[in-house]
């Protein structure tokens, strides 16, 4: 820490704290209890982001965090403004982002206009952060601003909130950011992976699970060594899909479901799964419980949370890619190993997901979608998805060749990520070509960031999946044998509402023409909105009764 010479004002140095802590962008909705810290930005090298919903600045600063390892941070005012970021702080928490949210209050050492607005913003904080806390004093900042962004990006990484109040925004201090410094995680206990390289080695039919903790820097490189060198088959959460490249033989599918695809087939037969970052709070697959016998390695930076589905019989808790690396030394392909069902089983999954792929019909089928989608997207293009209906189907039929590149949620599994999610890619990663996947029902939470995407000059593109209803929802009521009710809705004329924004806006008329219009949209600058009318009755027909009536081979 370095005394300044004179004094300045808390704002400015609530912002020189934020600059240590390698801070770039600030997404939010300011207020003007956030003046004094707005002004200390304009003078700063982080660009304030103005969003028009403080939801959508905290997916977004979530979702910086989440390709950068380093926490984003999202701004809101107090009051409303504080109560409109908890969705998106709870995505952050759930989904392990590292996201750093920022609140205003009014004065606190007096009152100023007696309990107009004032929540307990901290007390509502407090259950979905990993930390919360008011700034009581100027003093207090270094430390406080330091803890929060430790916090925030330590395993396992999540959400944290600062209140910073007015009157303390604009008192005088002499404090000095405090360092960020570096810390290296610790590698595993060499006793336990010696463990567990005997449970690998001794299994008949090991099966590698790989989930979203296994989405970080370094691991893929380390997991595509050890599936490498011996050849066991693996398969993915919906957060782990693209850790490694799902062209590889060994792939055996994405766990779309919790249960019943053609891939439980696969995990009910393995009698070990490695578990390579997987999170109870991801929705899990079914590969404990419900009479499933299999032992599990939990993998992971840390301990695994017991649950009814999810009890490891042994933990190696470490580095990941470190512990993989370890590991893969300590073994060799053994005689033990028999692969032959799961092989059978890929097989007969692949020629599934085939069927229905070159549909001519229209609206859409899903299937078709999203092999034309794969058609049109490069090997590194990232979807970004908000939650609905095609996202299942995109977990289940989607190969991705690169992490990063599916950006789903299926922790908290909110609507209305989806564009502000690929609005923060196409910032972090500028050169990749960016996809945001909606719903009707999902894009309409948040679509006045179309403005936002606009005046930020992003090269994006949207696809909006219209069937005029909560697909997801109806699809579940259906297989109830429930009646259809309470789910279905109008849109307005996407295409003018986006040109409304001074966006491009663009209709499919023909399953044919979708390839065509995406096309045009990627290599064309600018925001781009697709209206794609789709067919879902193929949820029905597929996951419900199709996949009831297979017969897990022999």
């Excluded at 009157?167 to 360092?179: C, G, N, Q, R, Y």
């Excluded at 970052?277 to 032992?295: L, S, V």
């Excluded at 609905?388 to 599916?406: D, E, L, Q, S």
Aim: aromatic letters at 6%.
């Amino acid at each position: 820490m370095t005394i300044p010479a004179i004094a300045r004002k808390a704002a400015d140095l609530f912002v020189a704290c934020l600059e240590s802590e390698g801070v770039t962008h600030i997404f939010g909705v300011p207020g003007e209890e956030n003046l004094d810290l707005v002004e200390s930005l304009r003078n700063s090298s982080i660009r304030l982001v103005t969003t028009r919903h403080e939801q959508a600045a905290a997916f977004m600063a979530a979702t910086l965090g989440r390709l950068t390892g380093r926490a984003g941070v999202a701004l809101a005012t107090l009051g409303p403004g504080a109560t409109n970021l908890i969705t998106g702080v709870a995505y952050a928490q759930l989904g392990a982002m590292p996201l750093v949210a920022l609140t205003g209050q009014k004065p606190i050492k007096r009152s100023k206009q007696g309990r107009f607005q004032i929540l307990d913003v901290v007390a509502t904080m407090v259950p979905i952060t990993k930390m919360a806390a008011q700034v009581p004093s100027a003093e207090k900042i270094p430390s406080l601003v330091r803890e929060v962004f430790r916090l925030a990006e330590e395993d396992r990484p999540g959400a944290t909130h600062l209140e910073l109040p007015e009157d303390i925004a604009a008192e005088m201090t002499f404090a000095a950011p405090l360092v960020r410094m570096r810390v290296r995680r610790p590698g595993p206990d060499l006793q336990a992976l010696a463990e567990a390289a005997a449970m690998i080695l001794h299994a008949r039919h090991p099966l590698l699970l790989v989930a979203a903790a296994a989405n970080r820097k370094g691991i893929s490189e380390s997991l595509g060594e050890f599936v490498d060198k011996t050849g066991i088959p693996f398969f993915s959460t919906q957060m782990g899909k693209g850790v490694l490249d799902e062209r590889r033989s060994g792939y055996l599918g994405t766990a779309a479901l919790t249960e019943g695809d053609y891939l439980h087939c696969a995990i009910e037969r393995a009698d070990l799964i490695i578990s390579v970052g997987h999170d109870i709070t991801e929705k899990p697959p079914a590969i404990m419980g419900h009479g499933n016998t299999a032992r599990v390695i939990h993998l992971h930076f840390s301990p695994a949370r017991i649950d009814d589905v999810y009890f490891p019989s042994l933990e190696v808790i470490g580095d990941i890619s470190q512990t993989i690396h370890l590991l893969t030394a300590q073994l060799e392909p053994s005689p033990n190993w028999d692969f032959t069902y799961f092989y059978r089983m890929r097989d007969e999954h692949r020629r599934h997901l085939l069927e229905r792929s070159e549909d001519p019909g229209f609206p859409m089928k899903p299937q078709r979608f999203v092999r034309d989608l794969r058609q049109v997207m490069p090997d590194d293009g990232i979807l970004a998805l908000d939650n609905g209906m095609y996202k299942i189907w995109i977990a289940r039929n989607y190969p991705a060749y690169f992490r990063h590149t599916v950006l789903l949620d299926n922790a908290l599994a909110t609507m209305g990520t989806g564009l502000p999610s690929a609005m923060a890619a196409k910032m972090v990663m500028p050169e990749r070509r960016v996809v945001a996947i909606c719903g009707d029902g999902g894009f309409m939470m948040n679509s006045q960031e179309l403005e936002t995407a606009v005046r930020l000059g992003l090269d994006l593109t949207v696809v909006v999946v219209n069937d005029s209803g909560y697909g997801m929802i109806k699809w579940k009521q259906e297989s109830m044998g429930l009646a259809n009710f309470g789910l279905d809705f109008r849109n307005p004329d996407f295409v003018r509402y986006a040109e409304s924004y001074g966006a491009f806006g663009h209709r499919v008329e023909s399953a044919d023409g979708f390839v065509p219009v995406m096309e045009r949209c990627l290599r064309t600058p600018g925001v781009h909105l697709v209206d794609l009318p789709i067919d879902y009755s193929e949820n029905v027909r597929v996951l419900t009764h199709e996949l009831k009536e297979k017969v897990c081979l022999i």
